[in-house]
Nanobody, 117 residues
Framework: QAQLVESGGGLVQPGGSLRLSCAAS????????IHWYRQPPGKEREYVAD????????QYADSVKGRFTISRDNAKNTVYLQMNSLKPEDTAAYYC??????????WGQGTQVTVSS
């Protein structure tokens, strides 16, 4: 059974930084692309970024491009999301996701990021 566990969220002032982690288990991590999504309060879940299985290809939502960096360490079965220059509108629950063969999607439980002075 695939499992994803996010960590690293918290309260940060505008302009600050946080690094989120997504620890994976139960599947061959180095084979799969991993995605980050977020869900702001009262809104739909939205795409943030994703990274290819090797880490060579990354993609970002326009709203975070230039401020967030996604990376992975296949030896540690972990994906990271470095978030810099945080804004109040980045406040959300952040989730990682993997889509395994057969269109099976697995999500973590989420980690809360609050950007406020």
């Amino acid at each position: 059974q695939a499992q994803l566990v996010e960590s690293g969220g918290g309260l940060v002032q505008p302009g600050g930084s946080l690094r989120l982690s997504c620890a994976a288990s139960g599947f061959t991590f180095s084979t799969y692309r991993i995605h980050w999504y977020r869900q702001p309060p009262g809104k739909e879940r939205e795409y943030v970024a994703d990274i290819s299985n090797t880490g060579q290809i990354t993609q970002y939502a326009d709203s975070v491009k230039g401020r967030f960096t996604i990376s992975r360490d296949n030896a540690k079965n972990t994906v990271y999301l470095q978030m810099n220059s945080l804004k109040p509108e980045d406040t959300a629950a952040y989730y990682c996701k993997v889509s395994l063969s057969g269109n099976r999607n697995y999500w973590g439980q989420g980690t809360q990021v609050t950007v406020s002075s």
